[in-house]
C-alpha cells in the first residue's frame, strides 16, 4: 500500500465531473487522513453517491484529480479498488448462501482466504448473532445483513472504507452499533468517507463533516478533541436556505 505525499489516503482535488452537460461537480474538494472518519452531507442529487463512483474507478473527473491511498482510479482501477471496502445501502450479497459462506466467497473474490476462526471473529465483533452464522442470508433483516457486509469489510484489512448509505432503513440500536464498528475501523488506521443523511450518526463519530452543495464543499466542520458536533447547528445547516449563494 502506497500512501500520498502529504499522508492522506483519500485525496480529492478540485474535481469537475458532469454526466453529458449536466455538471454535478464543480471543483470538489476533500482529503480524509488514516485513521480518520469524514461524514460527507448533502441533499438528494448533490453529488455524494457520484464522488464515491469516482473513487470507485466507475467514473472519470473531467478535471481535477482523485487518490486513493496513492492509486488515481480514473487510470489505476484495480489498483484503486484493492485498497477500499464499499458498503452501500443495499449491499450485494448471496441470499441462498449463508453468512460464513457470504464472507468466505466474496473474500476469495477479493484474493483473501482467512482462517474459519477469524471469520467467527470478524461476526462476533459486528455483533452478528451466532444462531446466525451458518443460516442464508434469504431471511436476514437489513441491519444482519450490513453487519456481514462490515465483517467482510473488516476482514478485507483495506485502508480505506466508503460507506454510501449504509446505515439508512436500521433501527436505533442498529445504527449504534453500525456506528461503533465504524469508529473501531478508523480506530484501527481505515480512512473512512461516509455518506449520511442521519445526523446523528454524523454527529457521533466523524472527525470531519462537509456539506456538498452546488458541487463542491460549501462548509467544513472538524470535532475539536472531545467537543463533539451540535445536532441542531447541523440541521440548521443543512436545512438553511443555501450555504453556496
Ligand atoms: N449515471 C448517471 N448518468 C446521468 N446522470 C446521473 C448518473 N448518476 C447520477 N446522475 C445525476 O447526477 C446527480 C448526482 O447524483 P448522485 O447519485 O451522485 O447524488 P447523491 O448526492 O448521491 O444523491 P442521494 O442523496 O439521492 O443519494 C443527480 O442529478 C443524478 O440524477
Ligand atoms: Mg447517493
Known amino acids: 500500500m502506497s500512501l500520498t505525499a502529504n499522508g492522506q489516503r483519500i485525496v480529492v482535488n478540485d474535481v469537475h465531473l458532469s454526466y453529458g452537460s449536466h455538471a454535478v461537480l464543480r471543483g470538489l474538494t476533500l482529503h480524509v487522513a488514516a485513521g480518520e472518519i469524514y461524514a460527507l452531507l448533502g441533499g438528494n442529487g448533490a453529488g455524494k453517491s457520484t464522488t464515491m463512483s469516482a473513487l470507485l474507478g466507475f467514473v472519470r473527473p473531467d478535471a481535477g484529480t482523485v487518490e486513493v491511498a496513492g492509486y488515481n482510479p480514473a487510470t489505476q482501477a484495480d489498483q484503486a479498488r484493492a485498497q477500499i471496502a464499499y ?146 447547528d447541523l440541521h440548521r445547516k443543512f436545512t438553511a436556505e443555501s450555504v453556496a449563494a
Open 87 to 232: 458498503v452501500p445501502e443495499n449491499v450485494a450479497l448471496y441470499d441462498h448462501l449463508t453468512a460464513r459462506e457470504n464472507a468466505a466467497y466474496l473474500l476469495a473474490l477479493a484474493g483473501r482466504r482467512p482462517e474459519p476462526q477469524a471469520i467467527d471473529a470478524a461476526f462476533e465483533a459486528t455483533g452478528l448473532q451466532e444462531a446466525a452464522w451458518d443460516k442464508r442470508l434469504g431471511g436476514f433483516s437489513k441491519g444482519m445483513r450490513q453487519k456481514v457486509a462490515i465483517a467482510i469489510a473488516l476482514l478485507r484489512e483495506v485502508p480505506v472504507l466508503l460507506l454510501d448509505e449504509p446505515s439508512s432503513g436500521l433501527d436505533p440500536k442498529a445504527t449504534a452499533d453500525f456506528n461503533r464498528l465504524v469508529h473501531d475501523v478508523a480506530r484501527r488506521g481505515a480512512a473512512v468517507l461516509m455518506v449520511t443523511h442521519d445526523l446523528l450518526s454524523a454527529a457521533d463519530i466523524a472527525d470531519r463533516i462537509g456539506f456538498l452543495e452546488a458541487g463542491r464543499i460549501v462548509d467544513e466542520a472538524a470535532a475539536q478533541g472531545a467537543d463533539r458536533f451540535d445536532v441542531r
